[in-house]
């Protein structure tokens, strides 16, 4: 099996990578980070692969040396909080938008012709795609635009099987920065082994920590004032 990973040089990424090489899967790690990349690299069945997800050229072009793939997994992301709504940062959405949101567009683009038939794309979203949350008006606006692609994509791809994967709070350098608790959150290992098992299931969605999202599923039947009010309270 040949495994395409986004964001494969840190966190979640680097863990589906590392799991899927040792599983004897060939695995093409994608990030930016050179370093990171040749380290990657000294595994056994890991291949690395260079480019900025957010540049639809830089993508075809580090990416014409590979013929096909059996499962691409797009996770690279990144996450800013809005700090001051009231003086809203149109650069800071523009980023964290291009970045979750636009980069999965040029991803699909280059990428998709040559999943195999029968194949599986995978596409990292994020449980806080349930609930408005505070401070994520860019962060949450990305990722409900990724699911919404892939449950739209999931109706439209008929050759190849798409699993939406909305991960609860992981331990990563992503969410190192927090400076909030982050309840039930799990390791970047075990949030891989979630996913691996999902993705071999070919499961519409894979959500994780069970405890949490069913938690935040349930909360989304709450009449949305009766949310905003209690959201509203995590902040004070
Ligand atoms: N951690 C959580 O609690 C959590 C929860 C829900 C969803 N998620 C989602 O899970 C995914 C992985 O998150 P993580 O926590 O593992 O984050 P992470 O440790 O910060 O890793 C992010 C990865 O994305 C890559 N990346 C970022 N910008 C890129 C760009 N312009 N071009 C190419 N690659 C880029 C980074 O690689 P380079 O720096 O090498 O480019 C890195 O490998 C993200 O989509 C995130 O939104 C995470």
New binding site residues.
């Given amino acids: 099996m040949i495994t395409l990973i986004?964001?494969?040089?840190?966190?979640?990424?680097?863990q589906l990578a590392i799991k899927y090489a040792e599983q004897g899967d060939t695995v093409i790690a994608?990030?930016?980070?050179k370093d990171?990349l040749a380290e990657l690299a000294k595994h056994t069945n890991i291949q690395s692969c260079q480019?900025?997800?957010?540049d639809l050229q830089d993508i075809k072009q580090s990416t014409i040396g590979f013929a096909e793939f059996d499962r691409v997994i797009l996770?690279?992301?990144?996450?800013e909080y809005v700090d001051d709504a009231r003086n809203f940062d149109s650069a800071l959405f523009e980023r964290v938008i291009t970045?979750?949101l636009l980069?999965m567009g040029y991803c699909l683009e280059a990428l998709l012709p040559k999943i195999k038939t029968g194949g599986q794309l995978v596409l990292?979203?994020?449980?806080?795609t349930y609930l408005p949350l505070p401070r994520s008006e860019a962060y949450g606006a990305s990722?409900a635009g990724v699911s919404y692609l892939a449950k739209s994509l999931a109706i439209d791809l008929n050759d190849v099987d798409v699993t939406l994967v909305h991960?609860?709070?992981?331990k990563?350098?992503?969410?190192n920065k927090n400076d909030f608790p982050?309840p039930m959150?799990v390791s970047?290992s075990d949030a891989a082994n979630y996913m691996i098992k999902g993705i071999h299931n070919r499961k519409k969605e894979v959500h994780f920590p069970y405890r949490f999202t069913l938690i935040l599923k349930a909360l989304r039947i709450l009449p949305l004032p009766l949310w905003l009010k209690i959201a509203k309270g995590l902040t004070r």
């Fill in positions: 986004t964001g494969a040089t840190s966190g979640i990424g680097e994608c990030g930016r980070n990171k480019f900025d997800a957010t996770n690279a992301g990144n996450c970045v979750n980069a990292v979203s994020s449980s806080v990722k991960p609860g709070f992981v990563t350098p992503l969410t982050m959150a970047a």
